[in-house]
């Protein structure tokens, strides 16, 4: 059992930063009714800033790395978790302003527009930063590891599964028990009543959209020193995002951390006896639950259902 431990831990921390993604992606379904296609690119941008603001090599540090390089790693990492998700709100926020001709069409619109979006992002990930992969520095009190039940745990992983837990939380709170997300929740089941109370659905839209990006972005820094940084990370974190919210029930915020956690789980376990079938677990996952359950774990029945 203990052996598994490794696994376990792997999987949990996985779970939960899928979590991280998956919020911010359902947040925009369920206000939007509009799939983003750009959010695993915009999860990816996140890291790259971070990459910046930490002080990697790349082709920016003439202008940012040597300003950032003056301050200790510690300071350039507290600093790449508030910025990168700000920079990152700010692109996205430009990226519903296009989607505002999409609204009350065909959804194939919006799909389409932001599928091109995430095109475009990431060739200019790689026009900027070129096609190598990145390692993203952490500070020495949350780098290395210890030695626990005669094994070695890795410290990081310990610190992004805390991390997320509270990021989770706080999302918890600004959705729940703020007036900001009692309408944020009034205008994902109708968006006719919140226009009625006098609410601007744009601005509204606006900044549900600034809000989802900018955790994809957080996800992205705490991720890439587990994954490392690449052009195409985006499409590991979008598929895994769009399969847990399915997977929860779309609308739902504990379905779909409850989902991210099983498919984490799923996938570090299955990654300890068969590493060849890690990634096709979730997808098996999915498979049978939607085959019993086809609107996921905690969604709502829709009034077309008997």
């Known amino acids: 059992m203990i052996d598994l431990l490794p696994h376990i831990l ?3 921390t996985l779970g939960l930063l899928f979590a991280l993604i998956a919020l911010g992606f359902m947040l925009i379904v369920g206000l939007m009714e509009q799939i983003n296609l750009a959010h695993g690119s915009l999860f990816a941008l996140g890291a790259y800033i971070a990459i910046v603001i930490v002080g990697g090599e790349t082709v ?11 301050m200790p790693l510690a300071w350039r990492y507290v600093a ?3 910025i990168a998700p700000l920079v990152v709100a700010i692109v996205g926020m430009g990226v519903e302003f296009l989607m505002r001709r999409t609204y009350a069409k065909d959804p194939l619109f919006g799909l389409l527009l ?3 979006i995430a095109m475009v992002i990431e060739e200019g990930i790689r026009g900027v930063w070129g096609t190598r992969d990145y390692v993203l520095q952490v500070p020495s009190s949350i780098s290395g590891g210890f030695i626990f039940q005669d094994l070695i745990w890795s410290t990081y992983r310990f610190y992004a599964a805390g991390f997320a837990a509270v990021a989770i939380g706080l999302v918890w709170l600004v959705i729940e028990k703020t007036p900001y997300g009692a309408i944020i929740k009034a205008g994902a089941h109708d968006n006719e009543m919140v226009r009625a109370l006098g609410i601007n659905l744009s601005r509204l839209r606006l900044i549900v959209f600034a809000f989802g990006t900018s955790l994809a972005a957080l996800a992205g820094v705490i991720l890439a020193p587990i994954w490392g940084i690449r052009p195409h990370m985006g499409v590991d974190a979008v598929i895994p995002a769009f399969l847990v919210i399915v997977l929860g029930g779309i609308g739902s915020f504990w ?3 409850i989902a991210s956690l099983l498919v984490g789980a799923l996938v570090g376990l299955t990654g300890a006896y068969a590493s060849e079938w890690s990634l096709l677990s979730m997808y098996l996952l999915l498979i049978a ?3 019993v ?3 996921g774990l905690f969604g709502k029945k829709s009034v077309l259902e008997v």
């Open 10 to 12: 792997n999987g949990i």
């Open 60 to 70: 920016l540090s003439p202008f940012f790395g040597d300003f950032f390089k003056l």
């Open 80 to 82: 790449a978790l508030l």
């Open 114 to 116: 932001t599928f091109g």
């Open 255 to 257: 379905g779909a951390v």
């Open 289 to 291: 639950v939607t085959t």
């Open 293 to 295: 359950r086809a609107r």
